[in-house]
């Protein structure tokens, strides 16, 4: 693409007299034949996001916001960017299609131009407003900025109006501004308001009340941007020119120049670089742009390089560096590589390195020959590929090594300097080197062993152990201090100097795994490996507390950097993750505190540097150059950066909470959320702005009332929570930056799960309550029921008892007395001295005692006492005469109202307690019994107790005494009724007397009341 200087530019240079102008002018002809220059990507880092991507369509609009968000204006709608996820905002009132020309940040605020008409704003989480006040701007409005005293510019087709004070104003002829309609308006870093109108460019200065015009015919201004050095430039849209003009105390100079493809916009970087977007021919970049002249080494990028459209719209550079590019399908990012890659061949990859003192880089790839970096230029050298192991000696000098033998620097050429030792493999590869104070060269070969090269001849030395893996080390060091520093697999550390040896184990808290870096600073020796940091000082070995995320695994290189005063340095560390840096003031507090953990930067995520046990890596993959850059050899080949000229230390992200979906439905966060019962699942997306690292930020959460500690969600930006239980919660996150610093503060909201009124603690208590009396009523009625069966047989088995005793006494009794009366009679018929009289009158004898003994059975078969007070008089009596018989006192009470109980119940108690009684007085040999009638409302109770010699335990079981019937028959008779019967020691622990306790429900054992139900 040319860009030629237009014979317009050239007659109106001429006309002007400017002097400014010639030269610029005259520069570009040789524009015209050069053209522009393809762009080197190596020193930019670019992506880009098109629709299919996901990403917006046609972008015109951009600009940061103060919280850090991105914001585009897209060909229908206004999108909000966190560096991963577009969220379109919702339309304006009318649902409209939001076609936005034009965005300024103001504060919290965002301005918005609308290609429809008028000015909106927007604010965090409300939607957009249009500005509706007297003299607001109703046409298509094409630029807004903010002067230093906040007020408000937009430049419109129908004007350029100033808001301040809440307040629009339109700025007509009687301010200076001539024009009907403006283009473009800008405020420079003096505070100098520029606008451009239909015909003419003005400006106002910082305290002034009126526009000057600043001599320059322009046509559809699109973009006003100013340089470093204060000059200010501006594009036409249509005509392809380009404006520079220069402010000064005398007046303004001009000039001008005419591109191929009219110039959309331009801005300037970070860096000062000019960036100019163009209509159908891409991106241009000037590294220096000191004039119009400095256009004829524009570099172009298009979309056969990777934009995503070449019709370029807008063009924004943020605060982190980034440069922004609004194209015609998409969206682009460019931003400096901080890690610049080094000009080695392609495919120079498994790179050994060794850094001399004169800032040259020597570089041996696992395939190709050896190479010297110097000045920028890379060249080869005389040595055999591969190239296995490098090193920098402490005279200066450089080592290389590989299977082709040992090669040693001369000036800036290798020199073969030794073969490999008698039995090491044809293709052995060499693991690493050192020398000694002496000038001895210490060499490890895989699997083969340790030598040293001294005097023309080789010595194998001593293994690290009779492990076949510590057969040689992988890293080696020689210290300032004249020890060599050997590591190997499996947590094993040697150092040797002269004779001595000295040895480190996991026994001795080596726990990094194999030893893959080393490293020796102010008398501390520093130890990486697969597991983590260790150090060693004063023969004193000790842990380096790192995050355990992982990132801190297989470190495959140590540098330290000294720093700039002091005898402190920072650490670079090399990893399969990247490259970090611990800083000195980390590293000072964590030898003070061995539990800090060290806080870190990382640069770049390199994956790729596996620790592949079939694959010799060189170690170590990291040196520092006599000029003080560092060098890393990556996966996808060697780079460096200066750490004298690091970008700041990025602040910690602030997390924001987006969006709440309740079962699928998203919900409000602007009032207090309650949500309804039995609320199946809750999704909270958050986010946090990052532009120029988003995907390597990291979030944590937890919820207040649920999780019991925070919850590492790595880069996931959702959290779901699904059946929580009824209750007050609160969300809370936090994002975390890719060195892992936290945000300055935590976003979160608060949230209530409401309580179904069939699980209220109340109305379950009244469920329980009710189902309580449910049961209660059902137990009752089922125990009434079973008492009233119970009862029914016991009354029906006291009727049939009575009328077998009615039986007995009408028919047996009568019948046998009626014949012993007739037997009676003939008896005393007979002589009084005949043998068969005194025969009759025992056989009369006899059915006397039979008479009697069957009016016995009839009387217990109709029953004891009749009621309760024949049940006291019986039982008082029967104790009273069993007590004059035995000479032993006796005792009788009751408590409680008497009730009367059931015939049945009655005539049982009774003869249960005369056994009891009988078997006190007759067997307990006691000096007082008691009998204890209680009538409870629940139960009737009858004890019997004596204080007497007591029972034995042996007889307590069922069967009772052998050839005894007492007790067996006492339980019978309350098993009969549905009584439980107690049999034990009088003072309830088998000792001291004996107690029988007849113990029947109140239901089963009185007489129902008249009326009761």
Known sequence: MSLPLSRHACRHALRTGSRLLAAPAIALLLFVAAGAQAMTPDRLDHRRWLASDGGPGQVGA?????????????????????????????????????????????????????????????RAGMPLVREAAPGAPAGVVFGLAQDRRQALWAAADDGLARRADGAWRRVGPGDGFGDGGARAVFVDRDGVLWAAGERRLYYLRHGERRFLDAGLAVDGVGQIAQAPDGAIWLTERHSGKVHRVVLGGQGVARDTAR????????????????????????????????????????????ARQGLSSDFVWKLHADREGNLWVGTNTGLDRFRPRLLAPAPFPAGALNVALAAADDGSLWAGPGSGAALRLHAGRARALAMPAPVNSAMRDADGGIWMAGPAGIWRSRGEQLAFFAGLPPGAGAQAPVRAMARDLEGGLWVSIDKSGLFRHAAGRWERMAAGSARDSQRMPVSALAASDGWLWFGYRDGLLEARRGGATRR????????????????????????????????????????????????????????????????????????????????????????????????????????????????????????????????????????????????PPEPGPVAEIETVSVDGARVSLAAPLSLRPETQRIAIDYTAPSLAAPERLGFRYRLDGFDNEWIDAGRARQAIYTGLAPGAY??????????????????????????????????????????????????????????????????????????????????????????VLRFQAAADMLPADAPARAHMEQALLRADGVLVEGRDRVRELRGGPHDTRELHEALAAAGEELASQWDCGFAFATSGSARRLQPVILDEVYRIGLEALRNAFAHARAAQVRVDLAYRRAAFVLTVSDDGCGIDPAWLNECGRPDHWGLRGMRERAERIGARLEIGGADRAGAGGTRVVLTLPGRMAYRRRRGAP
């Open 730 to 819: 609160r969300f809370r996150v936090i994002a975390l930056n890719k060195d892992g610093v936290a945000g300055a503060r935590e976003a979160g909201f608060a949230f209530r799960v409401e309580q179904a009124f069939y699980r209220h603690p109340l109305f379950l208590s009244g469920v329980g309550l009710l189902l309580l009396a449910a049961l209660w009523l059902s137990y009752r009625a089922t125990a009434r029921r079973a008492a009233e069966r119970v009862r029914d047989r016991l009354q029906e088995r006291h009727r049939e008892r009575e009328r077998i005793a009615r039986e007995l006494h009408d028919t047996l009794l009568q019948g046998v007395q009626g014949l």
């Open 504 to 647: 480190w184990t996991q026994a001795d808290g080596l726990e990094v795994g194999h030893v893959t870096a080393l490293a020796h600073h102010a008398g501390r020796t520093w130890i990486g490996g697969q597991h983590g940091l260790a150090y060693l000082e004063a023969g004193r070995l000790r842990r380096l507390a790192l995050p355990d995320d992982g990132v801190f695994d297989n470190i495959y290189a140590i540098v330290a950097v000294p720093r700039p005063s002091g005898p402190d340095a920072d650490l670079w560390l090399h990893t399969r993750a990247g490259i970090f840096q611990l800083g000195a003031a980390e590293l000072r507090r964590a030898l003070a505190s061995p539990g800090h953990r060290v806080g870190y930067r990382s640069f770049d995520a390199l994956g790729g540097l596996a620790n592949d046990p079939h694959q010799v890596l060189p170690l170590p993959t990291a040196v520092r150059g006599g000029d003080g850059r560092l060098w890393f050899s990556t996966s996808g080949g060697v780079v460096s950066l200066d750490p004298a000229r690091l970008p």
């Open 259 to 302: 591109l191929d493809a009219p110039a959309t916009g331009l801005v300037f970087d970070a860096a000062g670089e000019l960036w100019l977007g163009t209509r159908g021919n891409g991106l241009l970049r000037v590294a220096r742009p000191d004039g119009l002249a400095a256009l004829a080494g524009a570099a172009s990028l298009t």
């Open 62 to 122: 951009i600009v940061q916001a103060a919280d850090g968000y991105l914001w585009l204006g897209t060909n229908d709608s206004l999108v909000r960017f966190d560096g991963m996820r577009f969220r379109p905002h919702s339309p304006d009132a009318r649902g409209a299609p939001l076609i936005v020309s034009s965005l300024l940040a103001q504060g919290d605020a965002l301005w918005v131009g609308l290609r429809s008409g008028g000015v909106a704003q927007v």
